[in-house]
């Protein structure tokens, strides 16, 4: 059948072909483009040359793992430097990821996250004990208070470690080090290697935050070894576990990498899901009271109990459709094992970089209507979520290659919104704030200021 030409922004000898990049959220760019071109367009990216898909049809048509494989995006190709073959940037062919793969399936299962709960709730009371403590006066960033608490609590559940952020000021050296080499990753890949090589200050800082981190994650495991305990927490699975597969155990090396990979992959995502919803849910005063009518009923003033989280489905349709309108990872990558065509029209070639734009597709109207930029947690409720096309939800990415960390995050979210929703009145500092984007390697609400009251429960 007749193929046609992937249409393309003109191109520009040297930079290629884009003249206004947003370098400080790329992701900004990338929805005018899908606004001006559609499903499908082609991007020369300082010589790296792209395929964004941006509609439900082509993204689904991507989702066939004999046809396309998940590849390591420039941004996250710089994160190997540090985690090399970990379970988040390791190849598909790569054997530790099978090893690591198979030993942590089971150990990231809902039944080994339940025995998580808690961990988790040691940390979420700490926020809430801060944000209590404080007042009404005290300006929040609920971004950096999320992260201190996405963080402290992956460290503490995976490898019983404490980061203890909430008793320093500033974040802790480790979180300060990660998001400094994300971020360099991050601009690294979107920069020429030529200004690249201009830059001395900035390898120096990126070589030195990656030493500081191995030197941490390697810390972690000696200090284990020396003082074994009989928890089964991740790292423990790490060190003595068994591959049933190749009876191979993974070397320390490769702990040391996934460790790092739990500590990155685990903490900026659920931290922007959180950010989010509160975004959301201050926006939407309604959907707010009825989420805390839930949270009344089901809770009442009481802590919250591991049994109460099953019982909330206003909150998970919020937690959904708040991932629908703001994936944190708003993009993944694939490539076509062999040349195929795609949408029936589009000739493309083995290994092209394709990337798959969720944040676009999860807007995209044949599915989500003419009101797919609005926020309506209603329409994930009474079955309509589970009666979705196929993979047209797709926050937590695809196939084998999809999040291990997924039940993790949404018990630690149910978790840590429900406390908040129950305990404080929230107030935006400046009412008129309207959705920002940060952006290292994943997005988040930028310039976001709340205040929170506690609410005056007793008679
Ligand atoms: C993979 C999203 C939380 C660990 C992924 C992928 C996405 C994602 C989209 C696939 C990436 C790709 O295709 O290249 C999210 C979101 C989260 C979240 C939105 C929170 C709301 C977590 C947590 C952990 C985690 C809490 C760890 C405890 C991982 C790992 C992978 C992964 C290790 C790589 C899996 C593999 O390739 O074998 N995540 N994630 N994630 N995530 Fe998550």
């Given at each position: 059948s007749e193929t046609v030409p992937i249409p393309h922004p003109p191109r520009i000898p040297l930079i290629g072909s884009v003249t206004s990049f947003d370098r400080e959220v790329p992701l900004n760019t990338f929805i005018l483009l899908a606004k001006q071109y559609g499903e499908i367009y082609q991007l020369d990216l300082f010589g790296k040359i792209i395929?964004?898909?941006?509609?439900?049809?082509?993204?689904?048509?991507v989702c066939n793992e004999m046809r396309f494989k998940k590849t390591v995006a420039p941004a996250l190709a710089e994160v190997r430097d540090l985690i090399s073959d970990g379970l988040f940037t390791a190849h598909g062919d790569e054997e530790n990821w099978g090893i690591a793969h198979r030993l942590l399936m089971p150990a990231f299962n809902a039944q080994s996250i339940r025995g998580m709960f808690d961990d988790m709730k040691d940390i979420c009371d700490q926020l809430v004990l801060k944000w209590e403590r404080f007042g009404h006066d005290n300006i929040i960033d609920p971004a950096d208070d999320f992260t201190r608490l996405t963080l402290d609590t992956i460290a503490l559940c995976s490898m019983s470690y404490r980061f203890n952020s909430f008793y320093l000021t500033e974040p802790p050296q480790f979180a300060k080090a990660m998001v400094e080499y994300l971020k360099e990753c991050f601009a690294r890949a979107t920069r020429p290697s030529i200004v690249q090589a201009m830059m001395p200050g900035a390898s120096a800082k990126f070589q030195e935050n990656k030493e500081f981190m191995t030197s941490v994650g390697n810390k972690i495991?000696?200090?284990r070894k020396a003082n074994p305990i009989e928890k089964k927490d991740l790292l423990n699975i790490m060190l003595f576990g068994?591959?049933?597969k190749t009876g191979q155990r993974l070397s320390e090396d490769t702990i040391m990498r996934n460790l790092l990979t739990f500590l990155i992959a685990g903490h900026e995502t659920s931290s922007g899901l959180l950010t989010f919803m509160t975004y959301y849910l201050m926006k939407n005063p309604e959907t707010m009271r009825k989420l805390r009518n839930e949270i009344d009923e089901v809770v009442g003033?009481?802590?919250?109990?591991?049994e109460d989280l099953s019982k909330m489905p206003y909150?998970?349709?919020v937690m959904r459709e708040t991932l629908r309108l703001s994936?944190?990872?708003?993009?993944?990558?694939a490539a076509p094992v062999a040349d195929t065509v795609l949408g029936g029209k589009y000739f493309v070639k083995a290994g092209t970089y394709l990337r798959l734009h969720i944040w676009a597709m999860h807007k995209d109207p044949t599915i989500w209507g003419e009101d797919a930029n609005e926020f309506r947690p209603e329409r994930m409720l009474d079955g309509k979520f589970e009666a979705l096309p196929p993979n047209a939800w797709q926050p937590f990415g695809f196939g084998a290659r999809a999040c291990i960390g997924r039940a993790f995050a949404w018990q630690e979210v149910q978790l840590v919104m429900a406390s908040v929703v129950q305990k404080f009145d929230l107030f935006f500092v400046d009412p008129s704030y309207n959705l920002e984007l940060q952006m290292n390697l994943t997005v988040k609400p930028k310039n976001f200021h709340i205040r929170a009251r506690p609410r005056n429960l007793g008679p």
């Amino acid at each position: 059948s007749e193929t046609v030409p992937i249409p393309h922004p003109p191109r520009i000898p040297l930079i290629g072909s884009v003249t206004s990049f947003d370098r400080e959220v790329p992701l900004n760019t990338f929805i005018l483009l899908a606004k001006q071109y559609g499903e499908i367009y082609q991007l020369d990216l300082f010589g790296k040359i792209i395929v964004q898909l941006n509609s439900y049809a082509l993204i689904n048509e991507v989702c066939n793992e004999m046809r396309f494989k998940k590849t390591v995006a420039p941004a996250l190709a710089e994160v190997r430097d540090l985690i090399s073959d970990g379970l988040f940037t390791a190849h598909g062919d790569e054997e530790n990821w099978g090893i690591a793969h198979r030993l942590l399936m089971p150990a990231f299962n809902a039944q080994s996250i339940r025995g998580m709960f808690d961990d988790m709730k040691d940390i979420c009371d700490q926020l809430v004990l801060k944000w209590e403590r404080f007042g009404h006066d005290n300006i929040i960033d609920p971004a950096d208070d999320f992260t201190r608490l996405t963080l402290d609590t992956i460290a503490l559940c995976s490898m019983s470690y404490r980061f203890n952020s909430f008793y320093l000021t500033e974040p802790p050296q480790f979180a300060k080090a990660m998001v400094e080499y994300l971020k360099e990753c991050f601009a690294r890949a979107t920069r020429p290697s030529i200004v690249q090589a201009m830059m001395p200050g900035a390898s120096a800082k990126f070589q030195e935050n990656k030493e500081f981190m191995t030197s941490v994650g390697n810390k972690i495991i000696e200090e284990r070894k020396a003082n074994p305990i009989e928890k089964k927490d991740l790292l423990n699975i790490m060190l003595f576990g068994v591959d049933p597969k190749t009876g191979q155990r993974l070397s320390e090396d490769t702990i040391m990498r996934n460790l790092l990979t739990f500590l990155i992959a685990g903490h900026e995502t659920s931290s922007g899901l959180l950010t989010f919803m509160t975004y959301y849910l201050m926006k939407n005063p309604e959907t707010m009271r009825k989420l805390r009518n839930e949270i009344d009923e089901v809770v009442g003033q009481e802590p919250i109990q591991l049994e109460d989280l099953s019982k909330m489905p206003y909150l998970i349709a919020v937690m959904r459709e708040t991932l629908r309108l703001s994936p944190p990872t708003p993009q993944r990558s694939a490539a076509p094992v062999a040349d195929t065509v795609l949408g029936g029209k589009y000739f493309v070639k083995a290994g092209t970089y394709l990337r798959l734009h969720i944040w676009a597709m999860h807007k995209d109207p044949t599915i989500w209507g003419e009101d797919a930029n609005e926020f309506r947690p209603e329409r994930m409720l009474d079955g309509k979520f589970e009666a979705l096309p196929p993979n047209a939800w797709q926050p937590f990415g695809f196939g084998a290659r999809a999040c291990i960390g997924r039940a993790f995050a949404w018990q630690e979210v149910q978790l840590v919104m429900a406390s908040v929703v129950q305990k404080f009145d929230l107030f935006f500092v400046d009412p008129s704030y309207n959705l920002e984007l940060q952006m290292n390697l994943t997005v988040k609400p930028k310039n976001f200021h709340i205040r929170a009251r506690p609410r005056n429960l007793g008679p």
